[in-house]
């Protein structure tokens, strides 16, 4: 059986009796224990003189292989045009984007770099999966390194429609390089729909039968791939972490009130500060949830090189701290804003804690913590997801409470509704998602780009 290559911008840590945090190095721990191959990327290391030959670990069928970036690599690919280029752009936020064509060439670089590295450990029958924006060249890159073998690429966040990938400056670049690939994936048919738009509209391409494109002189399979659990062990996790210490102490604490937790990397694409406007909102228009309602934000800082989020981060501390100042009592607390990770297993427990589960990004590719919540449920007594209609996951979880976060009375006449909402209906809209869960878990998810990209014939 030819091996399986996969290529993200991050391996994720190989100690494998722990909980992985982030939703890419679940889902990849969990699809090469199977198939067993490669995982190639970038070791988090930032060196004066990074080797020329990756760094290997082997654990039993998977070998981990990394390689160290030089602190100008780092700047120009990772936080310059990785961050603070296509990171906004491809969350619709144009008015955060800092194009730079120094920083454009480092991105550009970088992948060359992580191609002529990889190519070297490859056999001609290895197929090889690469993942999201940090590594849309690679493929190209590949290709001129000598590879012929299948490449598929995965874009784990979301595609923007052809005029907003028009303003940058390189479109036509990054867009022909996705066409490199024998196999191009997205979370949903809407980023389908804007890659079919812009392959038509802008690039002056055909679609052809059997999700088949034909562009810049390669015809690919394109076609959507949301992203799933490993869901019997999220369910075994939040049945052990029920009854952990730290569910307890959260319980305990309560007293009674009803929980609602947001769970997100702290980002400016996860609608956090409108999260606090809309919670405040339900406090304001339904003043029965005063001294009866808790909002608990678990918000772990990620890239705080980067100025954005770093505003972000003190934006959230100024109104978790005004909303408190205006609503809270000598024994009650409206809002927990917790500024740090917690491990996936103790969140589990706290899943189950939560009568209200609040996703609400701006934008986002699918939202794992959307299905992890509704996976961790006690059958008799589940909570009630309250999910923005801009993440992925909301086109697969239809009985959730469909939101637009931008509009603060909705989601805080949502979070009433949840609130309120008697068992039997609870129930009935948990088993409708949890279906849809079980049949697009994280084996199902690799099954089918695996198998797409193993019976593509690729046309030139």
């Known amino acids: 059986m030819s091996r399986l290559i996969v290529v993200s911008n991050r391996v994720a ?14 889902a990849m721990l969990a699809a090469l224990k199977r198939s067993g191959g490669v995982w190639f990327g970038w070791s988090g290391e930032v060196v004066a003189a990074p080797q020329s030959e990756p760094k290997l670990f082997k654990t039993g069928r998977l070998t981990y292989a990394t390689v160290d970036l030089s602190a100008r690599d780092y700047e120009e690919y990772y936080s310059g045009f990785a961050n603070r280029v296509l990171w906004p752009l491809f969350h619709y936020r144009l008015d955060l984007t800092q194009f730079s064509r120094r920083e454009y060439a480092g991105y550009l670089r970088v992948n060359s770099l992580f191609a002529a590295t990889l190519v070297s450990m490859l056999q001609p029958t290895d197929r090889i999966w690469v993942h999201d924006y940090h590594l849309i060249p690679m493929g190209e890159a590949l290709r001129r390194a000598g590879f012929e073998g299948a490449i ?33 994936g997205f979370q949903t048919r809407r980023d389908v729909q804007g890659f079919h738009d812009y392959m038509q509209r802008v690039a002056g391409g055909e679609l052809l039968s059997d999700n088949r494109v034909r562009a810049y002189g390669r015809t690919l399979t394109v076609r959507d791939f949301p992203i799933g659990l490993d869901v019997d062990n999220v369910v075994r996790m939040a049945e052990v972490a029920e009854h952990s210490r730290q569910s307890e102490r959260l319980r305990d604490s309560l007293g009674g009130r009803s929980l609602i937790l947001g769970v997100d990397r702290l980002d400016y694409s996860k609608g956090l500060v409108q999260r606090f406007f809309a919670f405040e909102r339900l406090l304001e228009n339904y003043p029965a949830n005063r001294n009866r309602a808790t909002l608990l934000q678990v918000a772990p800082p990620s890239r705080m090189d980067v100025p954005e989020y770093a505003n972000i981060r003190r934006e959230l501390q100024e109104a978790s701290g005004r909303i408190n100042g205006q609503f809270a009592e000598f024994d009650w607390v409206p809002i927990r804003y917790l500024n740090r990770g917690i491990t996936r297993r103790t969140l589990t427990g706290f899943y189950r804690v939560a009568k209200i589960g609040l996703v609400t990004p701006l934008r986002d590719g699918m939202n794992l913590v959307a299905k992890e919540y509704v996976a961790a449920q006690r059958a008799d007594d589940p909570g009630v997801l309250v999910l923005s209609r801009f993440a992925g996951a909301a086109q697969e979880l239809e009985q959730a409470l469909l939101v637009n976060p931008y509009d603060v009375d909705e989601v805080a006449e949502a979070l009433q509704i949840g609130i309120e909402m008697p068992r039997a209906e609870r129930q009935e809209r948990w088993q409708g998602m949890m279906q849809t869960i079980r049949e697009n878990d994280i084996d199902a998810w690799r099954d089918r780009f695996v198998d797409t990209l193993d019976n593509v014939r690729c046309v030139v």
């Open 152 to 184: 598929g690429f995965f874009l784990h966040t979301p595609l923007p429609p052809a005029e907003v990938l028009e303003a940058l400056p390189s479109h036509h670049d990054l867009m022909r390089a996705l066409c490199a690939y024998d196999v191009v």
């Open 13 to 26: 840590p190989v100690d494998e009796g722990r909980p992985t945090s982030g939703g890419l190095a679940v």
